[in-house]
């Protein structure tokens, strides 16, 4: 068998697998998958562009790019939390990013300012990823919620299952090989686990071409008290070295 249509198989195997991981089931053969193979083999083209037919079966053409699906979140009414937001919050960093980070939603400083990260969590979380060497300006900060529950509330099971589409495209466009899940919701919503994050943490979990680590998410940290607060920071900070040795091979 020709070389290239070996490479080409080989790539649409482990595509598919990408997929499945995502939990996506079904791919059904439309115009949009056909019109991505004949292109694949026709120009050898990457295969990360490519997003679920089923995920996105009432927004086809999906968004190639992240300002694309950046478009695409700014108009979006999928569930309830439209209403009140003031930003989509739907992150930042370089497109081509090692690392991306995964929150939970916005709160209040972040919904004002249509940025991640940028209230009290957000200095823990600066300063965290300083102390492991990581420049916060090299990694891609985003979350599984886009807009604003009210009163910062932990994201209801329906809104998770309208937004996390479009976490789930954005990593398949920026295509990390590190992915680092911040609390509780971003690491049982990436990971499709049930278990507390407890067990999750402290070491890398596979999620298709990526490797996820769960640690404690910075806000999390700063509203426990005491002893508590103490025990979880060096907890955190055991799984930031972790984080940092396999980081460096990415540098
Ligand atoms: S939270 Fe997500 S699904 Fe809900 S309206 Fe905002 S962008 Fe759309």
Redesign the pocket.
């Known amino acids: 068998m020709n070389k290239e249509i070996v490479h080409i198989m080989n790539d649409i195997s482990s595509w598919l697998r990408y997929q499945k991981q995502l939990g996506v089931e079904i791919i059904p053969k439309g115009p949009e998958l056909s019109a991505f193979l004949d292109h694949r083999v026709k120009n050898k083209m990457s295969l990360q562009g490519l997003t679920s037919t089923q995920e996105y079966r009432d927004e086809i053409p999906a968004p190639t790019d992240l300002d694309g699906l950046r478009k695409m979140?700014e108009n979006?009414?999928?569930?309830e939390?439209?209403k009140k937001?003031q930003n989509?919050v739907f992150g930042e960093g370089p497109e081509n990013a090692k690392l991306v980070l995964v929150g939970e939603a916005p709160g209040r400083e972040e919904d004002m300012q249509g940025l991640p990260f940028v209230g009290p969590s957000g200095e823990l979380l600066t300063d965290m990823l300083n102390a492991v060497n990581i420049s916060r300006k090299d990694v891609f900060i985003t979350s599984v919620?886009?807009?604003r529950p009210p009163h910062n509330r932990t994201p209801g099971h329906e809104?998770i299952a309208?937004?996390s589409s479009?976490l789930r495209h954005q990593l398949r466009l920026i295509d990390p090989p590190l992915i680092l899940a911040l609390g509780l919701v971003a690491a049982q919503t990436l990971l499709k686990e049930k278990a507390p994050l407890k067990s999750l943490r402290g070491r890398f979990h596979q999620l298709g071409n990526a490797r996820v680590m769960p640690i404690y998410h910075p806000a999390y940290l700063l509203r426990s008290q005491g002893s508590r607060q103490l025990d979880l920071k060096r907890v955190a900070w055991q799984d930031l070295q972790i984080l940092e040795k396999e980081y460096a091979k990415y540098r």
């Not at 979006?76 to 569930?79: E, G, L, Q, S, T």
């Open positions: 979140v979006c009414n999928r569930c939390l439209h937001r989509i919620i886009k807009c809104e309208a937004c479009f």
